[in-house]
């Protein structure tokens, strides 16, 4: 904009003068005499609303999985920033910083006088704290985006209302607050917001480690910081304005002209590193990660905790600055992405998603499964190996996969809170024809009549001990009808079963003639199945699935929104005798040496002895394969499927690797671990009080 000098002379002139007032007098008397000059300070600039990244750490509360933000930035106090970047940021900005309370009225000064030599407005004489100002407003989420382009515009009124707000500011921080809080606010240039993101997007550390030359480096940036950014943009100008920064320390007398001269040799050493945003930026070397990240970020958008719309926890997420430590444990992790991956490799169109689960809590420790989480394109118009599907919890379209026999569970468990006993004994037949009319396959006489696997194993006088152990289907048909499947379904639902299938959710909703249930022809989740397994393994205690250890905000306050949400499912009686029937598959012997039998023997083995329970599922022609393991310490399930062809069975042939991969994973995790019990049904659940 160019101005006639006189024109210029007259506001500037104006200007100094009103500061001048402002600069000597007491408040008293400046009000009356400068025409209220002071104002009151808008809340932005009271208590600024600062936009911070949230960072999401491992359980031990120091590997970084990734952070979500909108800006990136970290607020750090003054304690943890190195003195030479404080000494170079105000040799760069404002050298008489200390001195003016506010408003410059000697470089307002100075201003003028280039300004009319020159006719151009080319100078304005702003002070860190004026710069300060001017970055709150246009950062202001609660003002409009007018009001905040207002706040940058470059016209005298704006000019007038900045210095009044910075006057007003200086009468209430201290000069070390004003500095804290503009380092905190700058733009550093290459999307670092703050000098902490400057700090590790430039040189990939601390602010508290820098040093002369890279405090003067990032120093010289703020002026114009995409034009000097060094990683993309000029790095001669880059350098030439760390120079002027550090000549501008000598003559303040931070460093001598030695050290100045010694920092102008250095060569330009950056150490670039971006700062990972979102789940697909998990490490490349840990891309496994994304699918817990995944987890835990729908997790986070169903907390009304933290908004009271999506998009408003979406904003808290990206702006609030939370510190999120979650429940994943990466060697846990790792183990479990291990074990799937020697099942079905990356290449295989089958997988074997995976979750383990800490009974009590509910926090999931690992969520594996043989695919990369990546937006990156497949080969060959395939699906794989890069997908961001939730092949692990489900959601997002992801409904789950038929988990087989290991429905039994929500049976034995509704008969067992009626009063039934563990001894029940049925002779089951194969085939078995039941109430529920049906016709085609499957049915005799206009009634269904399932069959069992291998009747020559599994047919004959069986308990819940037996029939949980040799997964006899007739047994548990039966013991469903006695009990109703409305109450077989209804404990799926208290366990944490979420029908996500439209067909499934309209079955659950009307589920007197769903006598197929108990076999396990719903669709399911490894994260759901450990989940309701862990309510066993907790003594009745059903916990909500919890990624999340701890959460802090950015003032450091706990949020309660980390803390298990759990409650009674069944009792610690009906649980026991559950997790009694659950050793017979596995191969181990319950407390009143009543099992005849399992399916999978070599868990026991594979986890050295330690107690241990769980079942095995088989969906109809081995279409999927199954297998729940759990400890009083941990809950572990994995479904070996297609996930994009359900008619791409996997056969029975993969049970044992699918029973291998889960129960290695559970030893490896609990590897060192105290052994622990399971407790002793009582006599009357277990026989009805006659044993």
Known sequence: MRLRPIALLLIMCGLVGGLL???????????????????????????????????????????????????????????????????????????????????????MARALVSNVRTGQAGQGGSTLTMQYV?????????????????????????????MRYATALERKLSKQDILDRYLNIAYFGHGAYGIDAASHTYFGKPPSQLGLGESALLAGL????????????????????????????????????????????????????????NCTAVPAAHNDWGFFCDYFHQWWKAQPQFGATVADRERALNAGGYTIVTSLDPSIQATAQEQSLSVYGYDSPRVLPMAVVQPGTGRVTAMAVNRHYS?????????????????VAGGGG??????????????????????????????????FVTKWPASGDGSCDGYWCPVDANPAWMDGQRTMWGGYGRSVNTY??????????????????????????????????????????????????????????????????????????????ASGHRVAAADPTCRRAVSADVAAAAADAARCPVGQESAYNRCDGGTAPEVSAILGG??????????????????????????????????????DHVGGSVSARVNRAVATTLATALNGQPYQDFPVPSNEIAFGGRG
């Open 398 to 431: 992801v409904n789950g996969y038929q988990a087989g026999s290991t429905f039994k569970l929500f049976t034995m468990l509704a008969a067992l809170s009626s009063g039934t006993p563990l001894n029940t004994t049925f002779d089951a037949q194969s085939p």
């Open 222 to 277: 703020v002026q114009s910081p995409d034009a000097y950014d060094p990683i993309s943009g000029d790095r001669a100008g880059a350098l030439a304005r760390r120079s002027y920064v550090l000549d501008a320390m000598a003559k303040m007398k931070d460093v001598s002209t030695g050290e100045a001269a010694t920092a102008k040799a250095e060569p330009l050493a950056l150490h670039p590193q971006q700062q990972p945003n």
């Open 610 to 647: 330690r107690p241990v329970a769980g079942k095995t599922g088989s969906s109809d022609g081995s279409a999927t394969e199954t297998f729940v393991g759990f400890t009083p310490q941990l809950a572990a399930a994995g479904i070996a499927t297609n996930p994009e062809n359900p008619q």
């Open 476 to 553: 548990f048909v039966w013991l469903e009808q006695q009990v109703g499947p409305q109450n077989a379904v209804a404990m799926a639902q208290r366990l944490g079963i979420t029908f996500r299938s439209p067909s499934d959710a309209a079955l659950a909703a009307n589920p007197d003639s769903w006598g197929a249930f108990t076999l396990g022809v719903s669709d399911t989740t490894p994260l759901d199945l450990a989940n309701a397994y862990a309510t066993v393994a907790a003594g009745g205690t059903y916990c909500a699935p919890l990624p999340v250890a701890s959460i802090t905000d």
């Open 375 to 391: 937006l990156d394109a497949n080969p060959n118009g395939q699906s794989y190996p890069n997908t961001v599907n939730q092949l």
């Open 134 to 162: 001017r970055n709150v407003l246009k950062n202001d989420p609660a003002l409009t985006p007018q009001q905040r382009q207002a706040a940058t515009a470059g016209t005298p009124l704006r000019k007038v209302q900045e």
């Open 21 to 107: 007032v402002t600069a000597v007098l007491p408040s008293t008397t400046l009000v009356g005499l400068a025409g209220g000059w002071l104002v009151s300070l808008p809340r932005s600039l009271q208590a600024p609303p600062s936009q911070q990244a949230s960072y999401v750490y491992a359980n031990d509360g120091k590997t970084l999985i990734t952070t979500f933000y909108d800006q990136n930035r970290r607020n750090v106090g003054l304690a943890d920033i190195a003195p030479v970047m404080q000494q170079a940021i105000v040799a760069a900005e404002d050298t008489r910083f200390y001195q003016h309370h506010g408003v410059d009225v000697k470089g």
